[in-house]
């Protein structure tokens, strides 16, 4: 084995497999709710953007254009409420999870630094830290966020935390006064902040703020960095368009090294980019399809006995029947229905499964009917 797979856990969902199967036997075929993959058409716009700018011989850059820099930073002001946010406050980047995975080697952390995320939490902000072989560790939102002092989180080694509101995978959202604390926190201890906050315009009985925010910031980006996506809110996951916005210090830095890593979006990308972040019709209509089929999803798994928790904004259910997680996988599964098991976002999560509403409303009426 080698040293860099030595370090990294398994990857969960190769554990999926069987029950994969399982699944797909039923007669009617896989329902698979496991993964939040987008499965709608990409909106006709972006991808005539994307065609037009397919004669693209030249190399990129890593920054992006200008144009693509103006359209993150009105983006960020209209939509994140963001305040005085310059092109030196931006950065594209080739899909969120290549960020997460190797922002703490391309920040230079190392053996004897920290970097903590929620107990339960996207699997790829611990092995982020793994790969640069530094520590990771495990806080609780809850009694952070409520206390503004650390509880449960020593500050001495620590160099990165991350913050994911709303939450993959339980949908939870953090409060304004809750993010303001937090921040104010690793400010104190000199500690820099990156919230992924990718599911952002996707709230459902909460309205999710940035930390980008002036309440939040309090009109600087000293020491944050939000993490954006297209992936969900335009169906872009198979275009990798994705930005980080905050600390231009930071920002300075990544961009310096990911030029020499050639670290580029391609140009048809950054032109499809700039279409998506300009139209927020397409978004309200993508997002009255994943209301309609949380609706269904959440009244049959209810109706059948799950027990729902925070999910009040994401991609995602957050359900349990009080029992061990893939019992659950398994039960499901038997059903022809796929879902993740919650120990795959940690040992917190071992009594839940997470249940994406992510597949077609064809696919969704017939979890429906099977629940029923």
Not at 10 to 29: I, N, R
Not at 104 to 112: D, K
Request: charged share 20%; aromatic share 8%; glycine share 10%.
């Amino acid at each position: 084995m080698s040293a860099v797979s030595s370090r990294l856990p398994v990857f969960p969902w190769d554990k999926l497999e069987p029950y994969k199967k399982t699944a797909a036997e039923h007669p009617d075929g896989i329902v698979d709710l496991s993964v939040g993959t987008p499965v709608d058409p990409v909106p006709e716009l972006i991808r005539r953007a994307l065609v037009d700018a397919a004669d693209s011989p030249g190399y990129p850059t890593v920054w992006g254009t200008a144009a693509l820099r103006d359209a993150i930073t009105g983006w960020c002001e209209r939509r994140l409420g963001a305040r005085g946010i310059a092109h030196e406050n931006v950065l594209p980047v080739v899909g969120s999870k290549e960020l997460v995975a190797w922002l703490p080697t391309q920040l230079g952390l190392g053996p004897g630094d920290k970097v903590a995320h929620p107990r339960l939490a996207y699997p790829t902000y611990e092995v982020g830290a793994r790969l640069a072989q530094a520590t990771p560790v495990v806080y609780d939102t809850e009694t952070f966020a409520a206390a503004g002092t650390g509880t449960g989180l020593d500050p001495a080694g620590l160099k990165l935390l991350w913050l994911n509101s709303p939450s993959n995978p339980t949908g939870k959202v953090l409060a304004k006064d809750e993010l303001t604390r937090i921040v104010a926190w690793a400010r104190e201890h000199g500690v820099l902040v990156f919230s992924d906050e990718c599911y952002l315009e996707l709230g459902w009985e909460a309205d999710p703020v940035s930390v980008l925010h002036p309440d939040v910031c309090g009109g600087t980006y000293e020491g944050i960095v939000a993490v954006h996506s297209l992936s969900k809110r335009s169906n872009l996951a198979g275009y990798r368009a994705a930005f980080v916005a905050g600390d231009a210090a930071v920002l300075g830095e990544l961009l310096r090294i990911r030029k020499h890593g050639g670290m580029m979006t391609p140009a048809p990308v950054q032109a499809a980019t700039v279409a998506a972040l300009g139209d927020d019709t397409h978004v309200r209509e993508q997002r009255e399809r994943y209301a309609a089929r949380r609706s269904a999803l959440r009244a049959a798994l209810v109706a059948h006995g799950f027990r729902i928790e925070h999910s009040e904004a994401s991609l995602y259910l957050w359900a349990t029947r009080d029992e061990p997680c893939w019992d659950t996988v398994g039960y499901l599964a038997g059903l022809g229905i796929l879902a993740a098991p919650g120990d795959f976002y940690g040992p917190a999560g071992e009594r839940f499964v997470r249940v994406a509403f992510t597949a077609t409303d064809e696919r969704v009426a017939a979890a429906v009917k099977r629940l029923g």
